[in-house]
Each structure stands twice: as structure tokens, then as C-alpha cells.
T-cell receptor, first 113, second 112 residues
Framework: NAGVTQTPKFQVLKTGQSMTLQCAQDMNHNSMYWYRQDPGMGLRLIYY???????DKGEVPNGYNVSRLNKREFSLRLESAAPSQTSVYFC????????????FGQGTRLTVV | AQSVTQLGSHVSVSEGALVLLRCNYSSSVPPYLFWYVQYPNQGLQLLLK??????LVKGINGFEAEFKKSETSFHLTKPSAHMSDAAEYFC??????????FGAGTTVTVRA
């Protein structure tokens, strides 16, 4: 029972490079999320997808794009990485109900130099 | 829109002492509140959630939280801290948009 799987776990990019973070869930959840975690700031929502075929911006969407490839997969793309995007990125999924919790992946630690 | 504020970015307790982590929420609709725990280099794990069935909610690892509407609070407690409780704890709220909003987190250190 894998839950939410993120790849890669670690990545170092040079400024200006692009990359895609992959996320897949096997719990048949409708909603998926991308968060970034920075010291002292908690988790901030980058983008979310309420259901297959829809995506919406969260608190900090600038510099990112997302694709909800199908119900299982939700990818996050950095087109031109900047040092300010150095962070730990978490993917999460949940059933589309208010009283249900989100399940998180193990995170991707990204460093942009 | 909904939000939560965690009071205190760092809490240090002795092993066996009470753990108290404070969370206040702001929500225009009846809130759904959660506490998550994050151990070093891991993802977030649900400790407990409030869903209006009961104001006192029991979670995993001996933690519990009490929902107080009059104080807009959802504080997390554990009567007796264990070394394994050292972690970062996050309060979160969701509303009718289904998005989770997190507090800034509280790091718990347990002294032997």
C-alpha cells in the first residue's frame, strides 16, 4: 500500500534549469495538492487539483506550473528555477470531503544554486 | 477564507511532563481542524482531526485536542511526554473549498 509517492527525493538544480516533480497516489482520491515547506513558514499551498481535469492556484503559484495527468498523477514543473525555490516540496491527496484528512508523500528536497 | 495560528515556534519539555501546543483558528464556516506531526526527514502524518462529532478528540500516540468554539482554539495536549514525541507539529484547517491551510509549526524538544 504505497499511498502517495513522490520522485525524486533529492535534487540540485542550477539557476535557470527546469525540472518536473512527479507525484502519484493509489488511494483513488479526487483532490491532489502541492505544498512547499520553508523554515518558520509551515506549509504553503502552491497549486491544487480538486478533481481530474481541474487545477487552481494556491498561495504561492508564481514560478510553477502543474499538470493533472489523470486521477492518480499530479506533477509540478519549475520552468526556470531560482534560488528562492530552494525548499522541501510535498505532494498530498485527499478525498473531496471537508472532514477528510490529506495524505502526504515523503517530500522532495530541492536546492537551486 | 480560513487560517490557523500556532502560538510558539518551539516548545521544550522534560520527559514525563505535559505537552501543550496551542492553535487558534479563523474561519467563516464551521471549521474542520487537524493536527499533523512531522518527524525528521519525513512527510506529515495525521495525529487527529475534529469533525464536530465531539469537542474532545483523541488521536494516536496518546495525544488529544479540545475544540473550543468560544475561544476559537484547538489546542493539542499529551499528559506525559516521551522522547519519541520530539518532532514538528502542525495545526491545519479546511473549509468549504476543501483546501488545507497550515500553521507555521511548533517544534517539540523532549529533555531527558
Amino acid at each position: 500500500n504505497a499511498g502517495v509517492t513522490q520522485t525524486p527525493k533529492f535534487q540540485v538544480l542550477k539557476t535557470g534549469q527546469s525540472m518536473t516533480l512527479q507525484c502519484a497516489q493509489d488511494m483513488n482520491h479526487n483532490s491532489m495538492y502541492w505544498y512547499r515547506q520553508d523554515p518558520g513558514m509551515g506549509l504553503r499551498l502552491i497549486y491544487y487539483s480538486a478533481s481530474e481535469g481541474t487545477t487552481d492556484k494556491g498561495e504561492v503559484p508564481n514560478g510553477y506550473n502543474v499538470s493533472r495527468l489523470n486521477k492518480r498523477e499530479f506533477s509540478l514543473r519549475l520552468e526556470s528555477a531560482a534560488p528562492s525555490q530552494t525548499s522541501v516540496y510535498f505532494c498530498a491527496s485527499s478525498a473531496r470531503r471537508m472532514n477528510t484528512e490529506a495524505f502526504f508523500g515523503q517530500g522532495t528536497r530541492l536546492t537551486v544554486v | 477564507a480560513q487560517s490557523v495560528t500556532q502560538l510558539g515556534s518551539h516548545v521544550s519539555v522534560s520527559e514525563g511532563a505535559l505537552v501543550l501546543l496551542r492553535c487558534n483558528y479563523s474561519s467563516s464556516v464551521p471549521p474542520y481542524l487537524f493536527w499533523y506531526v512531522q518527524y525528521p526527514n519525513q512527510g506529515l502524518q495525521l495525529l487527529l482531526k475534529y469533525t464536530s462529532a465531539a469537542t474532545l478528540v483523541k488521536g494516536i500516540n496518546g495525544f488529544e485536542a479540545e475544540f473550543k468554539k468560544s475561544e476559537t482554539s484547538f489546542h493539542l495536549t499529551k499528559p506525559s511526554a516521551h522522547m519519541s514525541d520530539a518532532a514538528e507539529y502542525f495545526c491545519a484547517v479546511s473549509g468549504d473549498d476543501y483546501k488545507l491551510s497550515f500553521g507555521a509549526g511548533t517544534t517539540v524538544t523532549v529533555r531527558a
